[in-house]
Nanobody
Framework: QVQLVESGGGLVQAGGSLRLSCAASGRTFSSYVMGWFRQAPGKDHEFVASINWSGENRYYPDSVRGRFTISRDNAKNTVYLQMNSLKSEDTAVYFC????????????????WGQGTQVTVSS
């Protein structure tokens, strides 16, 4: 079992930055693919970023590429999402996820999910 706890969300003005963290329990964190998703009110979960176990491979959708950066510190069992140049459309609840399969952009293909942290971008 892996438990994930997100932090770092909050209210920020458009153009600002936030860094989200996701702390994982367990001793096998380094073997998991990690991902970030977001969900705006009334919408499905949207893929935001993913990273493989070593951090060498990272994927982003066009909507955040160049503005968001995913990283991980396996020694600290933590994955991060640095979000710059935030826009009002980035407002959502952000979730981290852990998976034991190949790196993926699909919510359902992860095995564990956190409870989420709210990010609100004011225009």
């Amino acid at each position: 079992q892996v438990q994930l706890v997100e932090s770092g969300g909050g209210l920020v003005q458009a153009g600002g930055s936030l860094r989200l963290s996701c702390a994982a329990s367990g001793r096998t964190f380094s073997s998991y693919v990690m991902g970030w998703f977001r969900q705006a009110p009334g919408k499905d979960h949207e893929f935001v970023a993913s990273i493989n176990w070593s951090g060498e491979n990272r994927y982003y959708p066009d909507s955040v590429r160049g503005r968001f950066t995913i990283s991980r510190d396996n020694a600290k069992n933590t994955v991060y999402l640095q979000m710059n140049s935030l826009k009002s459309e980035d407002t959502a609840v952000y979730f981290c996820a852990a998976g034991r399969r190949a790196i993926t952009t699909y919510w359902d293909e992860y095995d564990y999910w956190g409870q989420g942290t709210q990010v609100t971008v004011s225009s």
